[in-house]
C-alpha cells in the first residue's frame, strides 16, 4: 500500500480560524486523513497522509476554500501512513518565531526557485547560506556550506539573529523543509535591515524533486513517522554519528526508557546493543519498553501502548 504525505502552508488572514478549524476538523474526520494541521489569523499550516485518493480528495476541498486556490503541495510517498492520528488546533502563529514585533510576511526574502538556487550554488557568487531548522535536523544533512545555527527550536532564531556577525549588504540564502520558516525568519532579517534576502521556494523537499537534491549532504529530517528522508541519491553517506557505537549512522529513535524519551541518532545496531537505550542507566531503568526490532525506527508514541493494564493503572494513578 503506497500513502501519500503532503506539506503545504499559506499564509492568509483567517477572521474566524476557530469556526474554519471546526470545520476543517469535521473534514478530516470524515475523509479518514491523518497528519497535523495549525490554522490561525495568519494562515494554515499542514502536513497530512493517506491514500492517494484521499490526499487528492483533501486537496480539493483546500483549494476550494477561498484565498487557498492557488495553495502548494509538497508530496511524498510512504508504505506507511506515517502519522497516527489526527491533530488539527487552532495558534496564534502557525509557525512560532516569537519574535518582539509583527512580521509581514508579505515583504519576506526573495524566492528562489530550485534550479535558481542549484545555480547560485554553482556560481562563484559570494552569499552566505543559512539553515534556518533545529539541530537534530541540520545533523544529519544540511547544504554543503550551509550555516547550522544548531538551535533547538525555531523561536530561538528571534534571538540568535541579534548577535549575528553578517553585514546587513550581504547576499543571504536560506533554506528550510518546506519553505513556512524561511517566510518569517526572512521576514525577520530584512526587518533587521538585511537588503539581499533569499529563500529557497518549497524547501529542501521541492528541491529534492526538481533538482534532484544536488548539493545537499545526508538526508532529510521530516516531522511524522518516517523521521527521515533521502534527498539526494549520489550523496547518501550518513554525516551525523551513531551514539552508541560512534559509527556513521542517519537513523534517528527516542530512548527507549519513557522516562527519558530521549531522540538521538542511533544505528541499527547501537539499538539492538543498547536495547533502544539511550545509555546503560536507561537501559536498568523500570520504564524502559520492551526493545522490538522491526518497531525500532518509529518514533515512541505514549508509553501505554506497551504495558499491561495493571501498570498502566498504577501509573496513571501517579499521575
Ligand atoms: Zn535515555
Known amino acids: 500500500m503506497t500513502y501519500e504525505v503532503i506539506l503545504y502552508y499559506k499564509f492568509l488572514e483567517f477572521q474566524d480560524p476557530a469556526e474554519f478549524k471546526d470545520q476543517h476538523k469535521k473534514f478530516c474526520k470524515d475523509l479518514g486523513i491523518k497528519g497535523r494541521i495549525y490554522i490561525g489569523k495568519e494562515g494554515i ?45 487552532v495558534r496564534d502563529e502557525i509557525v512560532s518565531l516569537h519574535a518582539d514585533t509583527d512580521i509581514d510576511t508579505s515583504d519576506g526574502g526573495q524566492y528562489m526557485e530550485p534550479h535558481e538556487w542549484r545555480e547560485m550554488i554553482e556560481s562563484d557568487q559570494d552569499y552566505v547560506m543559512i539553515d534556518v ?8 544533512g ?14 530561538e532564531f528571534s534571538d540568535w539573529i541579534e548577535q549575528l556577525e553578517v553585514p546587513e549588504d550581504k547576499k543571504v540564502l536560506m533554506y ?5 520558516r524561511c517566510e518569517k525568519f526572512s521576514a525577520l532579517m530584512k526587518y533587521h535591515g538585511y537588503e539581499d534576502v533569499n529563500q529557497l521556494h518549497g524547501g529542501i523537499l521541492r528541491y529534492k524533486h526538481e533538482e534532484e537534491g544536488k548539493h545537499f549532504k545526508g538526508k532529510c529530517f521530516v516531522f511524522d513517522d518516517r523521521l527521515v528522508v533521502p534527498v539526494n541519491p549520489e550523496d547518501l553517506e550518513p554525516i551525523a554519528r551513531c551514539e ?71 501509573e496513571l494513578q501517579n499521575g
Open 133 to 140: 531548522r533545529n539541530d537534530y535536523e541540520t545533523k544529519i
Open 176 to 180: 528550510c523543509t518546506g519553505g513556512i
Open 244 to 314: 552508541i557505537t560512534g559509527k556513521p549512522a542517519d537513523s534517528y529513535i527516542n530512548c527507549a526508557n519513557m522516562e527519558c524519551n530521549k531522540l538521538f541518532v542511533c544505528s541499527e545496531e547501537g539499538a539492538r546493543k543498547m536495547d533502544g537505550c539511550c545509555s546503560e542507566e536507561c537501559r536498568k531503568s523500570e520504564y524502559k519498553r520492551p526493545f522490538d526490532p522491526d518497531n525500532a525506527f518509529k518514533p515512541f508514541r505514549k508509553w501505554y501502548h506497551y504495558f499491561d493494564e495493571e501498570f498502566k493503572e498504577r
Open 45 to 89: 499550516n499542514g502536513t497530512v497522509g493517506g491514500t492517494p485518493d484521499q490526499v487528492q480528495a483533501y486537496k480539493n476541498a483546500l483549494r476550494d476554500v477561498e484565498g487557498l486556490e492557488d495553495i502548494d503541495f509538497k508530496s511524498e510517498y510512504s508504505d506507511f501512513n506515517p502519522f497516527p492520528r489526527l491533530q488539527c488546533k
Open 142 to 155: 544540511h547544504f554543503k556550506g550551509a550555516l547550522t545555527p544548531n538551535l533547538e527550536n525555531f523561536f
